[in-house]
């Protein structure tokens, strides 16, 4: 089965140029036979496709999220069928509690890029400085983007070896004319996000791969890109901040850090049980 598992759409991403159905239909002419809607901390395409009246045939439309972090970068998460966190889609928690959330509630989550852009990916930021276990945690690394150039991708996939990770591959497309450049290859077929984290959890192949889309923002502006990353950078933690009142909200209201703290306890007393008995 192959699928494009990091695609934007213009209903969730103000960066992106295409709509869902648009992204649909050039997938299904390059062979495709599903997505991973990946929008920058929204759902929105998602739940605009769920009220279609009529869906796509033989086409699997998977929800998914880019997660700004305001540590780490980008975060590709799936969450299983039907789990709804609005906390996934207010921008800045810290990558080591969103990974607690994300496994609280049954998902996976692993970095987008990893080797590319300072601040929008974890080997350019602090945090992989700081904390190189940090990727034991992760369920996937993002292997293969369309959008990074061969060093970037390779080193990436080198990661996940150097972790016994498995790869997504995608393109990343914010334009028609990328759509479908990168691609993951599952060796079964899936028909929802909790087969997707099932098979990813039960150690299966995926294959990833695809061709360097070159005409992507970063390529066009040249040495002027860094004043557009660092634009993010503050861009990134000004949202942070101004979502933090609603992040803080959306985390008392579901009582999530207190079931994750007794996940903690409850872990804690069962290795300490463990050790008792060695």
């Known amino acids: 089965m192959k699928l494009d598992m990091h695609c934007h759409t213009k209903e969730g991403s103000p960066d992106c140029k295409f709509e869902l159905l648009e992204n ?14 990946t ?8 739940r605009y496709y769920k009220k279609l009246p009529v869906k ?53 989550i692993g970095p987008a890029h990893p080797c590319g852009e300072k601040f929008l990916s974890i080997r350019s930021t602090l945090r992989d400085k700081i904390a190189g276990n940090i990727y034991r945690k992760f369920d996937f690394v993002e292997g293969y983007n369309a959008c990074e150039d061969a060093d970037s991708n390779m080193r ?24 479908g450049f990168g691609y993951t290859i599952l060796l079964e077929n ?36 860094k004043l557009l990353v660092y634009s993010f950078w503050l861009y990134n933690r000004a949202c942070a901040l101004f979502r933090r009142k609603a992040r803080n909200l959306e985390l008392m209201e ?23 008995c060695e």
């Open 24 to 37: 649909i239909d050039l997938l299904k002419q390059k062979g495709f036979q599903g997505m991973l809607i």
């Open 156 to 179: 990436a996939m080198r990661l996940a070896k150097e972790y016994n990770l498995p790869c997504f591959g995608g393109s990343d497309s914010h334009k028609p004319d990328g759509a």
């Open 56 to 108: 796509p045939k033989d086409f699997i439309v998977l929800k998914g999220i880019e997660y700004d972090t305001v540590d780490a970068g980008h975060m590709l998460i799936i969450m299983p069928t039907g789990v709804k966190l609005p906390i996934l889609e207010l921008r800045g928690l810290p990558v080591l509690l969103l990974i607690e959330i994300v496994h609280h509630y049954g998902g996976i």
């Open 190 to 225: 899936i028909t929802s996000e909790t087969e997707l984290i099932n098979y990813i959890r039960a150690g299966k192949s995926t294959m990833v791969g695809g061709t360097h889309y070159e005409h992507t923002t970063k390529a066009r502006l040249g040495k002027v890109n």
């Open 39 to 46: 929008d920058h901390d929204s759902y929105k395409a998602y």
């Open 254 to 276: 579901n009582h999530i850090i207190e079931s994750i703290r007794a996940n903690r306890r409850a872990r804690a007393k069962y290795i300490s049980i463990g050790r008792d």
